[in-house]
């Protein structure tokens, strides 16, 4: 296991929901412009705002790396 290991583990899990988030964006895009239910759109903006907290939980964890307790 490299030194990097862990790191580039916390960095992958904060990408993953910024791509689910950059995903129900487009989702609410298309939902916009096709104008399709609202429910869809508020469904991804859901997802959007728990992604959101995901990936603040990672740079959280990201962050205190660097902490010595």
Request: proline letters at 4%; a negative charge.
């Amino acid at each position: 296991m490299s030194n990097n290991e862990p790191l580039n583990k916390l960095v992958h899990d904060a990408r993953a929901p910024l791509n689910r988030i950059s995903m129900n964006a487009e989702l609410i895009k298309l939902v916009i412009e096709n104008d399709m239910p609202k429910d869809k759109a508020l469904a991804a903006l859901d997802k959007i705002i728990s992604n959101c907290q995901q990936c603040s939980d990672s740079l959280e964890q990201i962050s205190n790396l660097g902490v010595v307790e």
